[in-house]
């Protein structure tokens, strides 16, 4: 009986070691309970067939799922169907190595899809298996829009590059701390020669050695400038001469800023360069042409001016010598008169024809009227004209015919003449003792007609002025100053060319060419 006792005294403590224990299990499953419902992760249990047998709070909540309606269904109903084969790979992988797995998926709850990274791993009896879901949806959704604003942005990089790229100016950006290009464009190679790369790997010194001496003082001032401006952002523009690689010389303008970049406390100069070397021609020349036809206007001026002496003087003399022929008794005063009366004629004649065809060359109406006739015999009929009527005695004339026989051309007969007589005109005006030829030849299809003097030369600076209209040297000499403007109007309008050499104090040597035809 003794041992009976306590036996059962034995039993009531194991019984009671074993209420207490089941009454700590279940405490225990009340708090992995409240724990499993209340984590801030959501929670599944799945068989191994993929039936969901328990979900969370926190599930229900997120997913506004009712776990009624979610239990017992297979959790693979709720991936998204691209991503199914993802699913299926994730779980044989799991099962395979029978420890913890993860994995990215899309998924639908409520008709909603989520982004969710899956967490599974095997409970201890190794049939169901735990599964966490975190959702990535928000996050996902702003990486696409991240990655949608990139995409714009590299979109309006790229445009702004190729506009960049294909625009005639040169841009840059450089650091100002590191005093290097960071970028510039490729067409920089257009403007100095050199590649982007050549230029953003140069020094400071190498780059301001680019420009001509006398600018870089200039532009260290400009850099001081821009560095002491850095942080208002502002604009200096000017005008600069480089030279590129293969030593032309280029004028540039160029336009720079400074900004300051807080990121990394940075200053930068943005710019860019633009060749003005063409519109800088384009400017003297334009300069040049206003200045000449100033000169021009002045000359005309003066032309005119000086028309009313020029063509009073001869028919003062006309009028005058007529009116005394007829009180002189004195044969040989009569003809001296008569001589008088005559090369004044011939004068103002000359000074009317000179005035007519200025009248053409402004028009641009210069008749040439080609008819067959014998160069040769013409240019030895007006030698002859021209020794007859010298009256220099110290001058000493030649000629050389270098054609030497007959030669009938279809030309302009009256123009030839009208050419080699202003020639012989002036070079007889202009030389006071000494010699004077006149000559023609053949010469590349055409005649060369020329007149050579020992005159008073062309000093450098009137060479410029002479063929152009109104250009008188000397004031003193007689004649209108247009000679040798028609000569060259007419030479150019049959299609020729003129031209002179001349040293000043030895004489000078004036020509023309004109194509010809021989008549048949």
């Known amino acids: 009986m003794e041992e009976l006792s306590i036996y059962q005294i034995e039993l009531e403590h194991q019984n009671e070691a074993l209420r207490h224990t089941q009454q700590e299990l279940e405490n225990s499953k009340e708090i992995y309970r409240d724990l499993f419902d209340n984590a801030p992760v959501s929670y599944l249990m799945i068989d191994d067939d993929g039936i969901i047998t328990d979900v969370n709070n926190t599930f229900s909540n997120v997913y506004y799922m009712v776990k009624e309606n979610i239990l017992n269904t297979r959790l693979d109903k709720y991936v998204v169907p691209v991503y199914q084969d993802t699913y299926y790979h994730f779980i044989k992988l799991l099962k395979n190595n029978a420890g913890k797995s993860q994995t990215e998926l899309k998924m639908i709850f409520n008709e909603k899809i989520y982004y969710v990274r899956i967490y599974m791993s095997f409970c201890k009896n190794k049939s169901d298996i735990r599964v966490a879901l975190i959702d990535l949806t928000a996050k996902k959704n702003l990486e696409n829009r991240l990655a949608e604003e990139s995409k714009k942005v590299k979109e309006q990089e790229i445009k702004f590059r190729t506009s960049i790229e294909q625009s005639m100016d040169v841009t840059y950006y450089a650091n100002t701390s590191t005093q290097k290009f960071e970028y510039i464009s490729p ?10 790369e050549e230029v953003m790997r140069m020094s400071f010194d190498e780059q301001k050695a680019v420009l001509l001496p006398e600018y870089r003082k200039y532009y260290d001032k400009l850099c001081l400038a821009l560095l002491n401006y850095s942080n208002a952002g502002h604009t200096f523009a000017g005008k600069f001469k480089m030279q590129t690689k293969d030593k032309q010389i280029i004028t540039v303008f160029g336009s720079f800023t400074t900004i ?73 005063d009569k003809l001296t008169f008569i001589d008088l009366i005559n090369k004044n004629s011939d004068l103002l004649l000359r000074l009317i024809n000179d005035i007519l065809d200025l009248s053409k060359i402004e028009s641009g109406t210069i008749d040439i009227n080609n008819d067959d006739f014998d160069v040769s015999q013409l240019f030895e009929q007006l030698y002859l004209s021209f020794e007859k009527n010298k009256t220099n005695a110290k001058i000493s004339l030649h000629k050389e015919n270098g054609i030497g026989r007959p030669l009938v051309i279809k030309s302009d007969r009256n123009r030839i003449t009208q050419i080699l007589s202003n020639f012989m005109t002036n070079a007889l005006k202009y030389t006071a003792e000494g010699d004077v030829t006149m000559g023609i030849s053949l010469e590349d299809g055409g005649i060369r007609l020329y007149t050579r003097d020992t005159g008073i030369g062309i000093s450098e600076e009137d060479k410029p002025k002479l063929f152009q209209r109104f250009a008188k040297l000397n004031t003193f000499a007689k004649g ?12 150019e309008r049959m299609d020729g060319r003129v031209g002179f050499e001349s040293i000043f104090g030895k004489g000078s040597h004036f020509w023309a060419w004109i194509p010809v035809h021989q008549a048949e």
């Open 260 to 332: 300051n970049m807080p990121e990394d406390d940075h200053h930068y100069i943005f710019g860019y360069l633009h060749n003005i070397t063409q519109d800088e021609v384009y400017k003297d020349k334009l300069k040049q042409a206003r200045e000449k036809a100033q000169e021009s206007e002045r000359l005309k001026t003066a032309f005119l001016a000086n028309m009313s002496h020029e063509i009073r003087t001869p028919l003062n003399s006309i009028v005058g010598f007529s009116q005394l022929l007829s009180t002189v008794d004195n044969e040989n």
């Open 187 to 196: 067409n920089i190679h257009e403007l100095l020669g050199y590649t982007a």
């Open 480 to 491: 209108t100053g247009l000679g040798l403007a028609i000569c060259k109007a007419i030479a």
